[in-house]
């Protein structure tokens, strides 16, 4: 069976999460056979893989914006269960298969990880890493950044001490809500990325209001208004010429600010019950797998 997951231009958080947490799960459980692949942890439901192999859905999720929507319904195709309920209905499943992103199965490892909130941390989305100017924007609002890039243990780390994560990046939030750190959702600037929130929190019966968050560089303004024509051309003109400096300058110290007021909104956290439920069953057919595809 071989394990599949997103691989990007650079590592990222939510997809290297594949690569630490199954291993842990199911030891000796792959071994890189392409007739079968497990679709985990990530946005990777899609047409885009080999008619001929079998593929097993363990949480994984669908966003039309990443791929085309398959049809599981022939025998190619194995659904434990899917993210959360929107994935469930784009694919024709009942609701009921919308257990929750696999990450939440974090809390399952036999692992005691330990809370020492002492910051503020910021994790963007890892494309708006290379883009932005979040280190600098950080640093002026007093916040820790957490580099989704950075190793999957790394990371966790960082995440148990935070007080309260602000974060642009999905998994960022449902790892700190698995380890039952309070978070605050911000809508990624890059519109595309923006549905599989909502499929996510609803499993979890989450009232998902995220809020805005200000582009800290002139690339970032460009990809936020890149649906508004007259403000992109704005963002293109302000780019270019010597106001091209001070513009991105008070780009910059204009997102701070927004970190420093999003510091201060009102977190979120699953109830208590939703996240055990989830993990729950999430256990459960974890347990089947292993009875099912277990050599």
Not at 102 to 131: C, D, K, T
Not at 179 to 189: K, S, Y
Not at 241 to 252: E, K, L, M, Y
Request: include cysteine; charged fraction near 20%; hydrophobic fraction near 45%.
């Amino acid at each position: 069976m071989k394990l599949e997951y997103f691989k990007g231009e650079h590592p990222n958080f939510g997809d290297e999460l594949n690569t630490w947490l199954w291993p842990q799960l199911l030891p000796d459980f792959f071994d890189d056979d392409p007739s079968v692949v497990f679709l985990g942890i990530g946005s990777i439901i899609g047409n885009h893989y080999e008619a001929e192999a079998k593929k097993i859905i363990f949480g994984a999720g669908f966003n039309p914006n990443y791929s085309q929507l398959p049809n599981i319904q022939g025998g190619d195709w194995d659904v434990f269960f899917v993210r959360g309920p929107r994935t469930s209905r784009a694919l024709g499943l009942p609701d009921s298969f919308g257990v929750g992103d696999a990450a939440i199965l974090i809390r399952a490892l036999n692992v005691q990880f330990r809370r020492e909130p002492r910051y503020v941390g910021f994790m963007p989305h890892w494309e708006s890493l290379p883009r932005g100017n979040w280190g600098t924007a950080c640093k002026l609002a007093g916040i820790r950044l957490i580099d989704p890039r950075s190793p999957v243990e790394q990371v966790i780390t960082e995440i148990l001490g935070c007080e309260v994560l602000i974060t642009e990046a999905m998994h960022g939030a449902i790892v700190a809500d698995a380890l039952r750190v309070p978070w605050v959702p911000v809508l990624p600037i890059d519109s595309i990325h923006r549905e599989k929130w909502f499929d996510w929190a609803d499993a979890l019966c989450l009232q998902l209001t995220p809020h805005r968050l200000w582009p800290s560089s002139l690339p970032e303004v460009s990809i936020a208004t890149m649906r508004r024509p007259f403000l992109s051309s704005i963002a293109a003109g302000l780019s270019w010429g010597p106001v091209s400096g001070i513009a991105g300058t008070v780009t910059t110290y204009a997102a701070a600010h927004r970190l420093s007021v999003l510091a201060k909104r009102a977190p979120c956290l699953s109830a208590d019950s939703a996240i055990e439920n989830a993990t729950a069953q999430m256990q459960e057919n974890l347990l089947q797998l292993t009875k099912q595809y277990r050599k």
